[in-house]
């Protein structure tokens, strides 16, 4: 009647013979008087691809909210979006990062990490990098980057795509499960194993140096009588007190190691000489020396040190059977002094 066009668009109707729901868009109007002329385009296929897209992108917005690993997509080296799982993770919110570089919150010694990733992303690859990224409040957390080249829907390359996670505690275990393969558990000092490994790669060094390297092989001569005395929680006790007065004796450089009971090996980097080495190990003794009270028990190390010099291409353990000699000569002579080792580095003095 009032010859207005009537325009429904996304109409559900259900079929009255099928009982089946399908969407229509409906035109009508005026026609003839008192006609209508009446269209319709069934519209249920482009619904329910709408439904999907619409589904699709609920689906993205709950795992970029809820995911814990925060996800990035860079382009031209310049973040073009960050998920929300940044805050939570960083402290930073997704805006902080879009739009800058990622080397802007990356610790300064992994930005060339950062710089190797890119190039072999950007020519094909998966990596999986391990570095530091800056927190808001400007400490550095671990993470594991898995990075990956970024292909759009035609498959034309749009930058890289980019996830990584917090790895505090994984890397704190692990560094602690490496630091107790490396070193002896009661003092903290080096292993044996680890101090001939570090002591072959010391001779490369210093020969290229022209500097000199020794060997002091060192025995307590009282921790036996202390273990029987006291107990061996007062002998635990004396190996720490040495091994803590042996390293704040010793120069920047120079390697202290448990190599048995009551033994240890200490490795004098950089040295000009015999005399050197003497003076370094007097005082580590003197160091050790006095009176360091352990419960009831007043205790005073006493060691035995043998010294000698071991250069490159030499046989090591040969040099520590020469040191280890050098230690006897001074717990037969009364103990608590250095021995010069006989032999091709022999100093008569």
């Known amino acids: 009647r009032t010859e207005e066009p009537i325009v429904l668009d996304d109409v559900a109707m259900v079929s009255a ?4 729901a399908r969407r229509f868009d409906i035109r009508a109007m005026a026609f003839g008087g008192d006609s209508v002329s009446f269209t319709w385009r069934d519209t249920t296929a482009r619904f329910e691809a709408g439904q999907r897209v619409a589904d699709s992108e609920q689906y993205y917005r709950l795992l970029a909210n809820n995911v814990s690993d925060v996800v990035l997509l860079s382009r031209d080296k310049v973040m073009k979006w960050v998920s929300p799982s940044l805050t939570p993770s960083l402290g930073w919110a997704p805006q902080d990062w879009v739009g800058h570089e990622i080397t ?9 990490i950062v710089g190797r990733c890119r190039s072999e992303v950007e020519a094909g690859s998966n990596k999986i ?55 002896d558990q009661l003092t903290g000092l080096l292993n044996r194993d680890e101090i001939m490994r570090r002591l072959i ?31 061996h929680a007062a002998g635990d006790e004396l190996l720490r007190v040495v ?7 010793l120069r920047d450089g120079d390697m202290t190691a448990r190599v048995g009971g009551d033994e240890l090996l200490i490795v004098l980097q950089g040295v000009r000489g015999p005399d050197d ?17 352990f419960r009831d028990v007043v205790l005073r190390p006493r060691m035995s040190v043998g010294l000698t010099e071991v250069t490159r291409g030499e046989d090591v353990e040969e040099a520590v059977t020469r040191a280890d000699d050098a230690m006897y000569r001074a717990k037969t002579a009364g103990g608590n002094r250095v021995e010069l080792a006989h032999g091709p580095h022999f100093d008569a003095r």
């Open 17 to 20: 013979v099928k009982g089946i």
């Open 104 to 112: 802007e919150f990356t610790h300064p010694d992994d930005v060339v």
């Open 129 to 183: 990098v391990r570095l530091r990224f800056r927190h808001q409040n400007g400490s550095y957390h671990w993470v594991e980057v898995n990075a990956a080249p970024f292909t759009d829907a035609d498959g034309n390359a749009g930058g890289i795509m980019a996830s990584f996670r917090i790895i505090d505690e994984q890397i704190r275990v692990e560094q602690l499960l490496q630091f107790q393969v490396r070193h």
């Open 201 to 231: 790669a010391t001779l490369n060094h210093e020969e290229r140096q022209g500097r000199r390297t020794y060997l002091a092989f060192i025995d307590l001569d009282n921790l036996k009588s202390v273990n029987d005395d006291y107990g």
């Open 243 to 249: 091994a803590a007065s042996i390293q704040h004796a």
């Open 277 to 293: 080495a003497v003076a370094v190990m007097r005082a580590v003794l003197e160091k050790a020396a006095g009176d360091h009270v």
